[in-house]
């Protein structure tokens, strides 16, 4: 899968990329990644990218022909067909918070289903529409929040798609909502005193250490009593 990412900041989109899994999943060659300046698709000598808007109202909005420019550069991935093109299914996306909300059914969905995901970070006040009508984007959000730019929700839905791809968590067993995982997890030791219980001295008084511990279930080797705890502490059903 391939995930292009049309933005003004560049670097903070590379930044991530370049790290932890996904830059794993890259050298393993199972996702690429394209991140295109808009500003180098303009065409006057200060890079601009933003003008006020018809209609009046506070702000500026992203100029289309720039965000156009930067897309029609784009070489999609997508399989080889029999007649040895390209076969591309391409969805593109534009950050809105007025879009709808995504969630872990639609990445599965869309790693299934795409070839390629084009994200349009917008700035400022948004992006001229005829940009959305014209790629024929849809507008998806991350949540109930206004964000100052699009790069971090594209970070967001890009790591949440790519796990869902087979291979890139190694043994896809790893994904957790395919296991009975819980948010509620713990490890060494069995108890832990903290605060640290500590002596009295001349400036500080006795502290009385607490004991925190490992739920007792956990500790049971019973599999099916801690499978039905974890179960039970899951907030959130992600069963696609």
Not at 222 to 231: A, L
Request: proline residues 5%; charged residues 30%; contains cysteine.
């Amino acid at each position: 899968m391939k995930f292009h990412f049309l933005t003004i900041f560049p670097e903070m989109i590379e930044s991530y990329l370049g790290e932890a899994m996904l830059k794993r999943a890259a050298e393993k060659k199972l996702v690429s990644f394209d991140v295109k300046n808009i500003r180098d698709y303009t065409l006057d000598k200060h890079k601009k990218v933003d003008e006020r808007p018809y209609g009046g109202g506070p702000g500026m909005v992203m100029t289309p022909e720039p965000i156009l420019r930067a897309y029609s550069k784009l070489k999609f991935g997508g399989s080889t067909s029999k007649s040895g093109g390209r076969t591309s299914r391409v969805k593109v996306v534009m950050l809105s918070p007025s879009g709808k909300k995504f969630d872990n059914a639609m990445a599965a969905k869309w790693a299934k289903q795409y070839s390629d995901v084009v994200f349009i970070c917008g700035r400022y006040e948004g992006v001229d529409d005829r940009v959305r009508k014209i790629l024929k984007a849809d507008e998806i959000s991350v949540g109930d929040f206004v964000l100052t730019g699009g790069e971090l929700p594209a970070l967001v839905m890009t790591d949440a798609i790519s796990r869902q791809i087979k291979g890139v968590l190694g043994d896809h067993e790893s994904v957790e909502e395919n296991r009975n995982a819980s948010p509620r997890v713990f490890t060494r030791p069995e108890v832990l005193e903290w605060p640290k219980a500590t002596k009295a001295t001349k400036t500080k008084p006795a502290q009385k250490g607490k004991k925190h511990a490992v739920p007792a279930v956990l500790l049971s080797g019973d599999h099916k009593k801690i499978d039905e705890w974890r179960k039970s502490q899951k907030p959130v059903d992600f069963s696609l």
